[in-house]
């Protein structure tokens, strides 16, 4: 009998992760040779994307490291399949893998817009920007046929709601007729994170997200539409990537964006193994540099999840990074700061039933 965290899984096409091994709370699930031969694996795994009718849509949370106290996630999983994504590890509340299943095994809310408006019209709701894709991208591919993320940015739009999102996706151009007039209205602020200017690098570590070029030219096509976009270097990965800081920078700042943001690699619970999992088949020479920074970073450790800690690390080494992120964005004009958006333009939009006012 063979366990499924002892199967190690082949590359597949255009995915990241090298295994699927069993979510933490899902400890039941293994593998058995019955004797038969086994089929070969595909080498291609399909998308499978579930509904959800969720009963709630905004997450309310405290951390200090957060500049937003309130989210709103489309989608659980991402199609893109950054090997590195934080987020990984929500999967084991599904009963799913942090690997495979998280890039294949999709869950949609169709319903998001809908619980939307209704929770912005409850009499207890106060206002405040809301932040879209601060877990899972809510421009991946899916989205192309789903259209939550468009139905959620236009009852937004009808509440002069402020809302800040966070992408890789080229897809947000398509919404530029919604994001542009509130931009106009200092409702809107998007961040696309470029991670490397190396293309190849790029579509092994983000194997179904746009390239650092494509990304870039939706930088600029934002920006050309008056819509405030700030670039966003991350991960930035020690022994990686680190030594593009400077020139990802000056890429985004001349593609129109006018501030600048970065996070250093993180791997929490699944994800560490994952991550390792695939510096071993790709990186393999790099691999010991790598862990060695990240770990000197984190009290010897591949994670510290300590509020103030866990987006930037500590030590030496984080410090120089702070130190050239800052000189370079002083030297390129990009604000790290940017200006809070407009709240005091929300107001619920008239619906039929509502009493008319005599004044």
């Avoid at 590359?11 to 293994?30: M, P």
């Avoid at 690098?201 to 870039?216: D, G, K, V």
Wanted: hydrophobic content about 40%; some cysteine.
């Amino acid at each position: 009998m063979q366990t499924q965290d002892q199967t190690r899984i082949r590359i597949h096409t255009s995915r990241a992760a090298l295994s699927n091994e069993a979510g933490r709370f899902d400890v039941s699930c293994e593998t058995v040779d019955d004797g038969w031969q086994s089929e070969p694996e595909p080498s291609h795994i399909a998308t499978e994307i579930r509904q959800e009718m969720a009963r709630s849509i905004i997450s309310y949370n405290r951390s200090p490291d957060l500049p937003f106290d309130r989210s709103l996630n489309p989608y659980r999983g991402c199609e893109h399949g950054c090997i590195y994504c934080f987020a990984r590890p929500t999967h084991a509340y599904l009963g799913l893998s942090a690997g495979l299943d998280f890039e294949t095994k999709l869950v949609a809310r169709p319903n998001a817009a809908e619980l939307l408006r209704r929770e912005l019209r409850a009499g207890k709701y106060r206002v405040a920007t809301l932040a879209i894709g601060t877990n899972t991208d809510p421009y991946q591919p899916i989205e192309r046929d789903q259209k939550v993320v468009r139905a959620c940015l236009k009852v937004l739009s009808e509440f002069n709601h402020p809302v800040a999102v966070v992408t890789k996706g080229a897809l947000i151009e398509r919404d530029i007729d919604i994001l542009a007039p509130m931009a106009a209205k200092g409702l809107v602020r998007v961040g696309v994170s470029v991670t490397t200017l190396a293309s190849d690098l790029s579509r092994r570590m983000e194997p179904r997200a746009p390239t650092p070029i494509r990304r870039l030219a939706t930088i600029r096509r934002l920006s050309d539409a008056g819509i405030p976009v700030r670039i966003m270097v991350a991960p930035v990965v020690p022994g990686l990537t680190d030594n593009e800081i400077e020139a990802l920078l000056a890429a985004g700042a001349e593609a129109g964006a006018d501030a600048a943001s970065w996070i250093m690699l993180r791997l929490p619970r699944e994800v560490s193994e994952l991550w390792q999992q695939w510096l071993a088949e790709h990186e393999p020479g790099r691999a010991a540099k790598v862990m060695a920074r990240l770990r000197e970073m984190h009290g010897g450790r591949d994670y510290d999840p300590r509020w103030g800690q866990r987006m930037r690390g500590e030590g030496e080494y984080a410090r120089m990074i702070g130190h050239r992120f800052k000189t370079a964005i002083k030297r390129l004009g990009l604000k790290e700061k940017t200006t809070t958006l407009r709240c005091d333009l929300f107001a619920c939009p008239a619906q039929p039933g509502d009493q008319l006012s005599f004044f």
